[in-house]
């Protein structure tokens, strides 16, 4: 008997069809361009909350510097220089102290931080020629119709190693300065005119400096809120903050506006050289827009504009 030992032969795997195939790809195209759509989505939504959150952060910005400028601005002693509906051009203290020596032709002020811990000197700025410092006059007598304060302009201004006395006359024995405050950097302003014979020690001083905020194009052409310092040249233009909607026009809405109240809430005229000494509040409008259109769930795809407002009483009215 004879038998057969060859193997069977093996059917070849059976592959794809080519319809099977198209279900496939057909299915996979739809998921994959589902997830591309939901991550495109998620893209978007972060750039423009981001590019919102950014926006609204300048606008904050804006009316952070502003208030903090104005409130210390005497109008009484005419700080007010001018002033328009996005510009204001004002004198902005950037150091305060008191004198604790008293020469013909200059102040000494006392260090930055005594051994007390009191703080009887704030700089903001170094001060610099030209600078303006108002020293507060008690005058000759006792009565207060004849204070106010005394206008100077810096010829120098540098710290001293000469600390202000022990007990100065005015003062009494328990002075402001101690023993420990020897050696402390004080500082020294020269100034043109003189220091009036009536100024006594412990009188404030105010150094001053003009600075201009405005809104105005930079090369890039946007808006922004611009600072210039005049000592008394006044530099160019610098951002501060921004972008923010163009200017468009007076009255309009445009990205920085400023009205003037007096203190009966009385809209001024400031370009009314007699009104500027009768602002008692200032109102700042500050408008911040989106660069691009922003795409958000329930919000129709545009350029988002954000509108802040503070109202700003000033301390020296009279």
Same mark, same amino acid.
């Given at each position: 008997?004879?038998? =057969? ?14 319809? +099977? ?25 972060? &750039?423009?909350?981001? +590019? ?7 606008? &904050? ?7 903090? +400028?104005? &409130? ?27 004198? !604790?020596?008293?020469?013909? $032709? ?23 020629? =030209? ?6 006059d008690d ?24 600390? !202000? ?5 005015? %003062?009494?024995? $328990? ?11 004080a500082y ?7 220091v009036p ?29 611009? %600072? ?5 040249? !006044? ?36 370009? =009314? ?20 259109? %922003? ?7 545009? &350029? ?15």
């Amino acid at each position: 008997m004879h038998l =057969n030992t060859a193997s069977p032969r093996r059917r070849a795997p059976r592959g794809f069809t080519l319809i +099977e195939v198209l279900v496939v790809m057909v299915l996979l195209g739809v998921v994959v361009g589902g997830l591309v759509r939901v991550l495109a989505g998620q893209q978007r939504f972060y &750039r423009s909350a981001s +590019e919102l959150m950014d926006s609204r952060s300048q606008v &904050r910005q804006a009316v952070f510097i502003l208030p903090a +400028e104005l &409130r210390g601005a005497s109008v009484a002693g005419g700080d007010f220089l001018a002033a328009s509906e996005t510009m204001i051009d004002f004198r902005s203290t950037i150091m305060s102290s008191v004198v !604790c020596v008293a020469t013909a $032709n200059s102040i000494t002020m006392p260090p930055a931080i005594l051994s007390s811990g009191a703080t009887l000197t704030a700089m903001r700025y170094s001060p610099a020629i =030209n600078d303006i410092v108002a020293i507060y006059d008690d005058g000759p007598t006792t009565r207060a119709n004849d204070d106010g304060w005394s206008y100077h302009t810096t010829t120098q201004f540098a710290p001293t190693i000469a600390a !202000c006395p022990i007990g100065v006359p005015g %003062i009494g024995t $328990n002075s402001y300065v101690r023993a420990a405050d020897i050696g402390q950097t004080a500082y020294v302003a020269s100034i043109n005119p003189g220091v009036p014979a009536t100024i006594a020690v412990g009188a404030p001083v105010r150094i001053l400096r003009r600075m201009i905020y405005s809104l105005y194009a930079a090369t890039d052409g946007q808006w922004y809120l611009g %600072i210039q310092e005049c000592t008394p040249v !006044c530099s160019a233009t610098q951002p501060v903050a921004g972008p923010y909607r163009p200017f468009e026009g007076q009255g309009r809405a445009n990205g920085l506006s400023f009205a003037y109240f007096d203190q009966n809430n009385n809209v001024l005229n400031p370009a =009314n050289a007699a009104d500027l000494l009768r602002i008692a509040r200032v109102e700042i409008t500050v408008r911040g827009q989106t660069q691009s259109a %922003i795409s958000l769930p329930g919000m129709a795809a545009e &350029r988002k504009t954000d509108v802040l407002t503070v109202q700003v009483g000033l301390r020296n009215r009279t």
